[in-house]
């Protein structure tokens, strides 16, 4: 794991990563990642400014901010790493398509969660094959 299994942890890195952006710090490589990614969606500044054991449920109309950033990360590390092999050429595809690098991975993080979400389901190991192929029908 990045930070270790616990989920307000990883919380806290976002916040003091974003912190140390905003004041100017050196950053991490990681850092920097995180705060580029708080950085692209304003819409979550404010929850970093929240309590790190908060909440956030489906019933209550909220969406996840550190999931859905730390989703962003997963598929940055993806197309970095070229895991699994062709996401790379998928992501650079969808781009184009989408209208740009950060618009294909709100696309891709969906089909990433959902893969995720089967995967715990069935106490598997993601199916890197089936990930990648539902990917490709972004593509049309």
Known sequence: MIFGGDRDELRAMYVQSWAKH????PLSPLEAQIARIIEEHPEFHAALGEPVDKEYTVEAGEANPFLHM????????????DRPAGIAAVHGRLAVKAGGPHAAEHRMIDVLAETLWEAQRRNTAPDENHYLERLRRLLG
Not at 74 to 81: K, M, P
Request: no cysteine; net charge positive.
């Open 70 to 81: 730390g989703l962003h990360l997963g598929v940055r590390e993806q197309v970095a790493t």
């Open 22 to 25: 905003r004041d100017r710090q």
